[in-house]
């Protein structure tokens, strides 16, 4: 399945796996992987502001499917790509009876730009601090360019109904991602 560019004017069609692209503006984690959380595990609680402002808590989600995705910074290409790809795969991912919401440390002013900008509908949360993000192995130390920073991990967790980790992804490429996710879900409804 592929989505057809809907939120962003300048997107056009994207396939599962485009060729990749030259430059060399990647994040690189600079010290090993840590044991991250496993299937199985309950999901860390947490409340964060959205991009409106209101208070969104894990609780919220009781009794469905969440996918929690974490990207490094609002506005640029890859976190562009991803947002708006899950923006129009957010029906699909709805019919599923899964939420979707993304987490950065970007303050709620910029989120809330991004959301307007990307007309996304789905709720961009503010992890400032990255206690959040810490709590669920996305926040540490990375490399670009040959600066050292912390910073968000680009990884998803899917959450189950009952709170408990169904899935993880780490270290994805944005590209294409929801539509894994969502295909993921699919396969787990059928089966």
Do not use: W
Request: negative net charge; glycine residues 6%; contains cysteine.
């Amino acid at each position: 399945m592929i989505f057809a560019s809907v939120c962003c004017e300048q997107r056009t069609l994207r396939t599962l796996n485009p060729p990749r692209s030259r430059n060399h503006n990647t994040y690189h984690r600079s010290h090993e992987l840590t044991p991250m959380l496993d299937v199985g595990d309950d999901a860390p609680a947490f409340e964060l502001s959205n991009q409106h402002g209101e208070a969104v808590r894990l609780a919220d989600f009781d009794g469905q499917r969440l996918v929690i995705y974490f990207y490094p910074r609002a506005n640029t290409e890859g976190c562009t790509t991803e947002a708006c790809q899950f923006d129009d795969a957010l029906a699909a991912f709805e019919d599923a009876n899964t939420a979707v919401v993304g987490i950065s440390d970007d303050p709620v002013s910029d989120l809330d730009s991004f959301a307007d900008e990307y007309d996304l509908s789905f709720d961009l949360l503010s992890d400032e601090d990255g206690t959040v993000a810490t709590q669920y192995d996305s926040y540490g130390e990375k490399q670009m360019f040959g600066n050292t920073f912390d910073g968000v991990f680009r990884n998803t967790y899917v959450v189950g109904p009952d709170g408990t980790i169904e899935t993880v992804y780490e270290n994805v490429s944005p590209d294409g991602h929801a539509e894994r996710v969502l295909e993921s879900l699919e396969g787990e409804e059928s089966t």
